[in-house]
């Protein structure tokens, strides 16, 4: 069974910065096809960011492009995204999501992942 933990979360101040991270159990880490979405209040999951198996192709939603950056460590089955110059409207909560496939190109599309975090929620107030 596949299970993803992030961590990472919590409050910050508009300008701030967070790191989530999301642990990947249960398969061949290096197989995986991967990205980060968020849900803030009252609206839908949205993709933010996707990475590629090989980690060589990144995309980011426009929102976030230049401010945030995702990677990964196949050594530590571990999945990263970096946020910096945090704003009110990347308050949310985040989950990190993993497809079982080697992929070039990664997907901000919610249908194309099957296996999903819990979510762990940033608050961005001032």
């Known amino acids: 069974q596949v299970q993803l933990v992030e961590s990472g979360g919590g409050s910050v101040q508009p300008g701030g910065s967070l790191r989530l991270s999301c642990v990947v159990y249960?398969?061949?880490?290096?197989?995986?096809?991967m990205g980060w979405f968020r849900q803030a209040p009252g609206k839908e999951r949205e993709g933010v960011a996707a990475?590629?198996?090989?980690?060589?192709?990144?995309r980011y939603a426009d929102s976030v492009e230049g401010r945030f950056t995702i990677s990964r460590d196949k050594a530590k089955n571990t999945l990263y995204l970096q946020m910096n110059s945090l704003k009110l409207e990347d308050t949310a909560v985040y989950y990190c999501?993993?497809?079982?496939?080697?992929?070039?190109?990664?997907?901000?599309?919610?249908?194309?992942?099957?296996?999903w975090g819990q979510g762990t929620q940033v608050t961005v107030s001032s």
């Open positions: 990475i590629s198996t090989a980690g060589s192709s990144t």
């Open positions: 999501a993993a497809r079982v496939t080697y992929c070039y190109v990664g997907s901000l599309q919610s249908r194309d992942f099957d296996y």
């Open positions: 249960g398969y061949a880490y290096r197989n995986y096809c």
